[in-house]
């Protein structure tokens, strides 16, 4: 059967791979995009824009949430409240959007080393974001923590680009977890989990096999 899924985050790296994926794919009849600025128009995609992203959400029975939504510190000019509203508060008020709605299945995208207790900011705020998913009861949810992605972003970032080449070099003689993630793979992950109804946490080698 035909399913309709929400994709949030859907302009960057991993959202805009999903999104790409998912109208090729046969699986998904509709596809919701909840957007800042209208995308190019297809025959599937349904668009939500608004400035906000939660007051772009309204009243709709979909099958399945993919939350690709995530900034950085240097895009948000340092400000750490600026990264928190992104990267925490909006994901989770999708999430209680997600289950007002009775969606069975949501999947976020976090990063490897996501803690709550953690004391890097990074992997704090990811943490906390997972754990107040968790809270959430959501009939189903799936984890994401990929390691350093790989893919065109449209922005520069320097210091990932060198991480990236340099992991790329050591990627032999680094645990699995730690190797780079290209982008396409998380994005077909991210669609595959839509029909797994048992909860999870995945790391780079549950993304590859999922």
Excluded at 12 to 41: F, K, M, N, W
Excluded at 72 to 94: M, N, R, S
Excluded at 97 to 125: C, E, K, L
Aim: net charge positive.
């Amino acid at each position: 059967m035909s399913k309709t899924i929400l994709i949030a985050g859907a302009t960057g790296l991993i959202g805009s791979t999903t999104l790409q994926q998912a109208l090729a794919d046969p699986r998904y009849e509709r596809v919701i995009a909840v957007v800042r600025i209208p995308l190019a128009h297809h025959p599937k995609l349904e668009q939500w824009v608004h400035a906000d992203l939660l007051h772009a959400l309204r009243p709709q029975r979909v099958d399945a949430v993919l939350c690709c939504l995530g900034t950085t510190i240097g895009k948000e000019g340092g400000d750490q409240a600026k990264f928190i509203h992104v990267d925490k508060d909006l994901v989770v008020g999708l999430g209680r959007w997600a289950r007002t709605q009775g969606v069975p299945v949501m999947s976020v995208v976090s990063a490897i080393g996501a803690d709550a207790h953690s004391r890097v900011f990074y992997n704090r705020v990811k943490g906390e974001m997972e754990r107040d998913m968790k809270a959430l009861g959501l009939p189903t949810l799936h984890l994401f923590q990929p390691s350093i992605l790989t893919g065109p972003r449209k922005e520069v970032r320097i210091g990932e680009r060198i991480g990236i080449a340099v992991a790329r070099v050591l990627s032999p003689l680094l645990p699995a977890r730690y190797r780079p993630m290209p982008h396409d793979v998380l994005a077909a992950a991210l669609l595959h989990s839509v029909d797994r109804t048992t909860s999870g946490t995945y790391d780079n080698a549950a993304i590859r096999t999922l």
